[in-house]
Each structure stands twice: as structure tokens, then as C-alpha cells.
DNA sequence: CCTACCGATCGGTAGG
DNA sequence: CCTACCGATCGGTAGG
């Protein structure tokens, strides 16, 4: 009877394996395709699980465990993408602000012809979409975990910031000009932003409310309000 | 020579209390005083630096440790004031959002002969004391750090939160049927207190803009409306 | 409220 | 990308 007997090939696979995989999967580790080979898919892969995992459960609840499961992988694969936990939060919330942030300037040359009203209104409806989207966990991530970032991380993300803040300052300069806006520009952006993104704590996809509405209503509360007449 | 020495007397204190303290304590456990014993000082002193400590770091990264220090404490003390971590996070939460509704009802007694106008500048101005205030921590915490909670305490927390929303109910129907107001009114109280409430991310009572000229903005924003002149 | 400790978990790593 | 594991930390507890 051998006293070393390391690596048994015929030892069952440890059932908090099988848990996790819903079929069965292919013995051996999965050939890499043309397709598949290391073209940034599973580096992608781990950062939109973590981006969901963050959003529902918090940074510091989320284990990389958790985020290697949801991706199929195990424990300490992820290090093998991703230098540490940390380097996942930096990707998710900086690929997240990319995004808004391209789709926000697609917004602006949209409607670059139009009324300034008609301006803020597309930035407002572009905004409700990146915050309460399928698959845009990142700004609510990014706006509730931005503590457990490195102070350099936190400089570059502080810079893609404030370029999509200052997307919104010539639109609310033409309107703080017509009078239809008649805060402050910089409190006005800073209350404003506020506004919707406080949306993804109460926004709920099932009710009645829907993100046209939402845009209705926040157009109405911040540039429709009537003469002050008493 | 004795085998057992419990507690002796002369034992030194612990480098790690020393550092805790400022000041050379004195030497014994402190003796309880008519004004000491049980009223509550050690259980409110450690909600307290919870409070702090959860809004400063998170609950996630804050453990039981930290809170024990910060109050002066060995490790596992805490849990003879506190069944759990979990307990502790809806205290903070459950007093803070005493504290805010007392503060509401008491700035709507003491403006209820004045206009809606007046009546919503006050609740937006003790929202944002409430919220930037120096030692009212809580509110944040409980604002980011609810899906901590057990069901239960969720609903216990549901119930004063809607207490707490209703306050503004009435004041801004009369500015809706008075046509300052121009978004639906529950769209509206979400959307307002959405605006105020993100200020907890990027106040600086270091910088010029009080809370007064918050509060002046953010009526300017939601009712000082021009006439949509084009 | 302290002492001493447990059981579990977690981020991360060496080596392949 | 997996295996096997470490070092540290953490919430919580027994007993006093």
C-alpha cells in the first residue's frame, strides 16, 4: 500500500466542484480556438462578473472566489488576469466611465443642433440609460466603492470624471443664461447629477415608471419650473 | 512560587492600551459610578464610533476590532454591548434616523404658519444639517450600507424612512397645486432627495458654498423656475 | 468588560 | 489557468 499517493488520477471530483458547474464539463483544460486565445476574452469576462458582484454585494463582501466562480474559474485564477482585487475594481469602474463617457459625446453631436433644452435632455435620458442599464453596473460601483481605491487609481478616474462632468457645464452655462436655470452652473450640475444618480437606489425596472418618464420628470423639476408668483 | 496568577494587580498594562489612550488610565477596571453604571454611555459611546467608522471605511472593511479600540476596548467586548457586528450597523442606523425625524417635525412645527415655500427651504435646510452635520454620521451610513441588513431590520428601517419621506409629502403637493413645482410629486420627492442627499459626496465644509447656499441653490433649482420663455 | 482562543474565510502565491 | 497552500485576519465565544 503506497504511503505518497499524490494526484490520484481516479480520485472523484470534490463536489463543491460540481456545484458550481451546472453540466458537465469537458475533462482537461479547454483547448484554445483561434477565437478564443487570449484576445481578452476571459480578462473581460472577470471584470463584468466583478462589476455585477460589487454592485450586489459591496467590494469588501465580494470574494475573488466569488468572481472566479461566476466565471467558471478556480480560486486563485483570477490573479493570474488581474494583479489583485483592487486592479478588479480599478477596471470595472474605469471601463465603466469610458462608456458613459463615449456615449454621452455620441449624445452631444446627436443633438448638437438643437436647443440647449433639448441638449440637457438628451444628456439627462443618456444618463438615466448608463446608470439604470441591463448591464452597466459600473457607475454604481464606481460611485459607491471609490474608497477602496489606490489615491493613483483614484487621480485617474478623478480625470475621466470630471471630463464627463464638464460635458454637461456649456449646456447648463446656455440655460443658466436664458433663464431657464436659475441655480448657481456648478451647484446646479453637482445637485442635478445628484438627482438621477440617486436613481439606482429606488429605480425599479417592473414598475410603471419608466426612463422616459424619469427624464420627463427631472426635465420638469429642474427647467420647467413655473414664474414664482406669490 | 504560584502556578496561577489571574489578574494580578501588578501586572503592566498592555503596550497596545497605551496606545489606545492618551492619557495614563487608572488601573482596575473603572469603578461604576452613580452616573456611570449601565445608562448607556459604553453602549452609545461604541454605536457612536461605529457610526464613524462605517461611513469613513464601509462596513464590509470595518471590523469589530476598530470599533473596540476606538472606544477603548479589548477585542471581543464589543459583543457583551452588541450581539453581532450586524447589530451594531442597525443601531447607527435606527438612532440616526430618529434623530432626523425629530429635527424634521420639529422644523415643520415651527414653520407651519409660513408659505410651502418656506415650509420645503426649512426641510431642505435641516436635511442637509442632518446630512453634513459633524457628528451625524449615520445617515450616509445607513444611505450606503443597507443591503447589510437582515430582512427585519430592513422593514423596521422601510417604516421610518417613509416617515421620514411623507414629512415632504404635503408641502410639495401645495407647491405642485401652486404651479412651483412643476414634476409630479413623487417623482419629485425622489428626485429632490436624491440631489441632497448625494451632497454627502462632494461637500467640503472647507470650501466656500455653505449650507445655506446649498440650500439656496437647491430652491432656486427645484422652485425658482423661469417662465420657458423660448 | 478582559483573556485567550476557535473556526472559518480570504487575498494572494509557488509551481507547474 | 489549476493545485495546493500560506499567513493573516476576522467575527464571535467561553469563562471568568
Redesign the pocket.
Known sequence: MPVLE??SPQRPIPPVLLLNAEVKRPRG??RKTAQDRDDGN?RAALWQAAGALFRSKGFAA????DI?AAV??????P???F????ALLFAVMEEGMRAALARQQATLERTQDQTPLAQLRGLVHTHFLVLLGTQSDFIPVMLYESRSLTPAQRDTLSALQSQYENLWVPVLKALHASGHLRAPVVLARLLILGALNWSVQWFDPHKKASVDDLSDAAMALFVGGSVASS
Do not use: E, I, L, V
Open positions: 499524490p494526484q483544460r479547454p476571459r465580494t470574494t475573488t472566489r472566479a467558471g474559474m478556480q480560486s486563485g485564477s490573479f493570474y488576469h494583479k489583485s482585487k483592487d
